[in-house]
């Protein structure tokens, strides 16, 4: 139940693609979902956030998909550069401060 | 405005010895919250505090660990006799808290801990 299960663990796209990572929730009780970046030896920082009662945030070039039915969000990386390689990880937390994380995304972009 | 600080970045320790691992959040931020991660993982929360207070402490381990944010100078974290599965990188976030706890959390660089 308070599980948040991300995939893929880790994904290579050339230069210029589209970066798809996905998360599956089962607490439908959860009502923040933030999306986090993490280069090697930093902490994570945060990128982009959503609440259940919208469908779409876009931030740039970064947008998050929120699929409620389907317990699902997922975070959408255009034009995608080497300066976005790094860890993403997202999360998720009901009315509450204890952030309940996915396992991380390793994203590579060759140039 | 300078970020959440954490020190030191790395630290060894030998098994039975105490870490102490230090936070300052960012200025006027009031809440602070400690996660651990294990290579190839995601953070786990381990303990919420504000000023003097601890407020949830549910992801702390029973034993050895312990954690204080005092009214002066930055929160702690401690480990007591540690051992090699302590062994992780340690984040600090903090949030403003102006109305309670803000979902918006900011993370320091971490501390790396490695028991031998």
Known sequence: QQQVKQSPQSLIVQKGGISIINCAYENTAFDYFPWYQQFPGKGPALLIAIRPDVSEKKEGRFTISFNKSAKQFSLHIMDSQPGDSATYFCAASKGHYQLIWGAGTKLIIKP | ?116
């Open chain 2, 1 to 116: 405005n300078a970020g959440v600080m954490q020190n030191p970045r790395h630290l060894v320790r030998r098994r039975g010895q105490e870490a102490r691992l230090r936070c300052s959040p960012m200025k006027g931020h009031s809440h602070v919250y400690w996660y651990r991660q294990l290579p190839e993982e995601g953070l786990k929360f381990m303990v919420y505090l504000q000023k003097e207070n601890i407020i949830d402490e549910s992801g702390m381990p029973k034993e050895r660990f312990s954690a204080e944010f005092p009214k002066e100078g930055p929160s702690i974290l401690r480990i007591q006799q540690v051992v090699r599965g302590d062994s992780a990188a340690y984040f600090c976030a903090s949030s403003p808290g102006l109305a309670g706890p803000s979902y918006e959390q900011y993370f320091g660089p971490g501390t790396r801990l490695t028991v031998t």
